[in-house]
């Protein structure tokens, strides 16, 4: 994957294709960031720095169907106690099935080095209050390029989560992989 400046609509791209980045996503990533330090910024939770990772991202800035900003900030304040979902059907399905989901896509794209370590914690030095979880990086092997992978498992049940899917990545997780470049 890399990232390249675009021109024209601000659309998403499909699945599979070059994410670009045009002004207006350029000026939304830096007001994205700012608000960030704003929100984050010098607070601190038992003598520990207060860090946001991928998918607080988009609860920042509204675009979380799950949880608010302001679910988000009383938990990271400790006012109140994230829902433990690791238990849940769906994330332990998403779970297991990333590993086998990375050989598949390795198997589908040779041109990339497909790597991941457990527990992987990845760290800004700029933001050190950012950080990401990544499902896995790649390495072209023909350039050396650096790119993400990110890896979502879906049942659609309804029509509107078909519309979320439909030759675009949801906004919630676009935000996750723009908080991770």
Known sequence: MTIKRRKGTGHRPAPNTHIYLNKVENICLCLFM???IL???GYYIHNEPMTYGGSDASCIVGM???KSNVDLWLEKTGAKQPEDIS???YVKYGTKAEEYLRILFGL??????VKYTENNMWTNDEFPFAH???DGWLIENE???KGILEI??????QSMQKEKWDHRIPDNYYIQILHYL
Not at 108 to 113: I, K, L, S, V
Not at 152 to 157: A, G, H, Q, R
Request: avoid cysteine; proline fraction near 7%.
């Open 108 to 113: 589908d794209h040779p041109q990339y080095d």
């Open 34 to 36: 700012a608000f960030v």
């Open 152 to 157: 979502k498992t879906t049942n659609i049940l």
């Open 132 to 134: 990401a979880s990544l």
């Open 64 to 66: 979380n169907p799950y």
């Open 143 to 145: 350039t050396g390029r």
């Open 87 to 89: 238990e849940k059907s």
């Open 39 to 41: 929100f984050l910024g």
